[in-house]
C-alpha cells in the first residue's frame, strides 16, 4: 500500500517562500511520475505541475516562474518550492503518485 505525506505548509506573508514536502512510503515510487496539486477556497483542485522519476518536471503555464518541483528518490520524496507568494497561492496542497492522494498541508499568505 502507498502512503503519501505531506508538509512544510504554514502561515505566510505575502512575498515569502515555502517549501513543501511529500514522502512516499511503498515499493512504486521509482520509476512513477508524481504531481503537486493544490486547491483553494471555494475551487476546484488544480494540477501545478509534475516530475519524472528522472526529474524532468512539466508545469501549467500559469504556474511556471515561481513553483519549482524536484524529487529526491533515495528519500522517496518530492518537493515543491514556492517563491514570491500571493494571498491567492492560499490553497491545501496534494501531492500525488498515480492514484494515490496524500492529505494535504495548508498553505496560507497574509497580505
Known amino acids: 500500500q502507498v502512503q503519501l505525506v505531506e508538509s512544510g505548509g504554514d502561515l505566510v506573508q505575502a512575498g515569502g517562500s515555502l517549501r513543501l514536502s511529500c514522502v512516499a512510503s511503498g515499493s512504486i515510487f521509482g520509476g512513477n511520475v508524481m504531481g503537486w496539486y493544490r486547491r483553494a477556497p471555494g475551487k476546484q483542485r488544480e494540477l501545478i505541475g509534475t516530475i519524472t522519476s528522472s526529474g524532468i518536471t512539466k508545469y501549467v503555464d500559469y504556474m511556471k516562474g515561481r513553483f519549482t518541483i524536484s524529487r529526491d528518490n533515495a528519500k522517496n520524496t518530492i518537493y515543491l518550492q514556492i517563491n514570491s507568494l500571493k494571498p491567492e497561492d492560499t490553497a491545501v496542497y496534494y501531492c500525488?503518485?498515480?492514484?494515490?492522494w496524500g492529505q494535504g498541508t495548508q498553505v496560507t499568505v497574509s497580505a
Open positions: 500525488r503518485l498515480k492514484d494515490y
